[in-house]
């Protein structure tokens, strides 16, 4: 039972340009939200997150935006850069924290 | 602190042997993840503590995987007897809070069962 889905195994964008990261949700108890990035032979590690009281969060580069009424939530790296290039992978939190598949971003030079 | 360790980084074992993996979670953090990474289904959850008691064992996939935690600095997954589908990474992780907070991951075990 996937809660937490990302549907996109892998987007490619030219450096300097946006790249969008998208997650669907379907667990409405859900109330935090996280962006985590992994590079090979790495731990995940944390990159921005988002309460389900906000819509948006910046941080830098990097933007997470929340729907709830669609249980969508996205990740907005602009611009993109070549060491963004990894897996990024989307969370959910309910006092647990599930996760989905993963997106493999390569950004190119 | 050193943030969470895992052991060992990589295990090569035969079917139907014991395996044992073993995760330190940051010192304070009250709750412990075990995960582990396919293709087909990214970070999957598998078992979470809150201050070394169960919580939610329901992503377990068969009898055999058991997880302790006996203390708040030690806790262990282990698979008996191990298959060649229990091949994965397995990624243990820590927090302080059950949520508003990051997870910190260890580096994770690399898991082949030949």
């Known amino acids: 039972d996937q809660q937490v889905k990302q549907n996109s195994p892998s987007l490619s964008v030219q450096e300097g340009r946006i790249s969008i990261l998208n997650c669907d949700y379907t667990?409405?108890?859900?109330?935090?939200f996280l962006w985590y990035k992994k590079y090979p032979a790495e731990g995940p590690t944390f990159l921005i997150s988002?309460?389900?009281?906000?819509d948006k969060n910046e941080d830098g580069r990097f933007t997470v935006f929340l729907n709830k009424s669609a249980k969508h939530l996205s990740l907005h790296i602009v611009p993109s850069q070549p060491g963004d290039s990894a897996v990024y992978f989307c969370?959910?939190?309910?006092?647990?924290?599930?996760f989905g598949a993963g997106t493999r971003l390569t950004v190119k030079p | 602190d050193a943030g969470v360790i895992q052991s060992p980084r990589h295990e090569v074992t035969e079917m139907g042997q014991e395996v044992t993996l073993r995760c330190k979670p940051i010192?304070?953090?009250?709750?412990l993840f075990w995960y582990r990474q396919t293709m087909m289904r990214g970070l999957e959850l598998l078992i979470y503590?809150?201050?070394?008691?169960?919580?939610?064992d329901s992503g377990m996939p068969e009898d055999r995987f058991s997880a302790k935690m006996p203390n708040a600095s030690f806790s262990t997954l282990k698979i008996q007897p191990s298959e060649p589908r229990d091949s994965a990474v397995y990624f243990c992780?820590?927090?302080?809070?059950?949520?508003?907070?990051?997870?910190?991951f260890g580096q994770g075990t690399r898991l082949t069962v030949v």
């Open positions: 988002i309460s389900s009281i906000k």
């Open positions: 969370a959910a939190s309910a006092g647990d924290m599930r």
């Open positions: 667990n409405s108890m859900f109330d935090y």
């Open positions: 010192s304070g953090h009250d709750y």
């Open positions: 503590f809150n201050n070394n008691v169960p919580i939610d």
């Open positions: 992780a820590s927090s302080l809070l059950a949520t508003n907070t990051e997870a910190f």
